[in-house]
């Protein structure tokens, strides 16, 4: 089965400062998608960056980028220049296309210091 | 926003009564899907729908049923309320356009049962 897994329950990142965020995963699939999902206070759910897996670039989204290592199968988000919008709960989650399932990581808490 | 609403957004009910969640979207997305949000659980899929009547269960849908009668309607009903089902109920739909194994969230619904 797949499982995904991120190991820090909490982090912490100065304004304007860069953080990363790890998620680890396990899979025999060899086609699929990764994730990542804000969810300020709000508890809305965000989707922040996607990444499939048969591409080896790395996805970006203007602050957000991912360091996607297939055979190690790691999946980071890195968020540059932190703001005070990006404290969060951040979810990895993994799509596996033989599964049609979305799988979550249990989160990791983003406190940004002024 | 992808045009998901959910209703009701917050509920208090009794241990034993049914509760009845609705997910109601405007996109004529074919697939939608219940989950759940616990502490330390990340978000965990209750139930799924694929098209009209067509629906299946996902990994903790004990206590659950649902029905999908319109394609813009997904019911999740709880049909004797215990406290362990006490949670943060999100629906989702899948996206139909190219990146279709994407999904998004409505707002979320918070239920307390005593």
Redo the contacts between chains.
């Keep these: 089965a797949q499982t995904v897994t991120q190991s820090q329950p909490e982090m912490s990142v100065q304004e304007a400062e860069t953080v990363t965020l790890s998620c680890t995963y396990d899979t025999s699939e060899s086609d699929y998608y990764l994730f990542w999902y804000k969810q300020p206070p709000s508890r809305q759910m965000i989707l922040v960056i996607r990444q499939e897996a048969y591409k080896q670039q790395n996805a970006t989204e203007n602050r957000f980028s991912v360091n996607f290592q297939k055979a190690a199968k790691s999946f980071s988000l890195k968020i540059s220049d932190s703001q005070l919008g990006d404290a969060a709960m951040y979810f990895c989650a993994y799509y596996g296309g033989a599964t049609n399932k979305l799988i979550f990581g249990t989160g990791t808490l983003l406190a940004v210091q002024p | 926003d992808a045009g998901i609403t959910q209703s009701p957004r917050h509920k208090v009910t009794e241990t034993g009564t049914p509760v009845t969640l609705r997910c109601h979207q405007t996109e004529n997305h074919r697939y939608m899907?219940w989950y759940r949000q616990d502490p330390?659980?990340?978000?965990?899929?209750i139930h799924?729908s694929y098209g009209v009547k067509d629906t299946d269960k996902?990994e903790v849908s004990d206590g659950y049923s649902v029905s999908r009668s319109k394609t813009e309607d997904f019911l999740l009903t709880l049909e004797s309320a215990t406290s362990s089902q006490t949670s943060?109920y999100?629906c989702?739909i899948r996206s139909g356009r190219e990146?279709r194994?994407?999904?998004?969230?409505g707002?979320?619904t918070?239920l307390l049962v005593l």
């Design positions: 899907y330390g659980h990340g978000l965990r899929l799924y996902g943060v999100f989702a990146s194994e994407t999904q998004y969230f707002p979320g918070r």
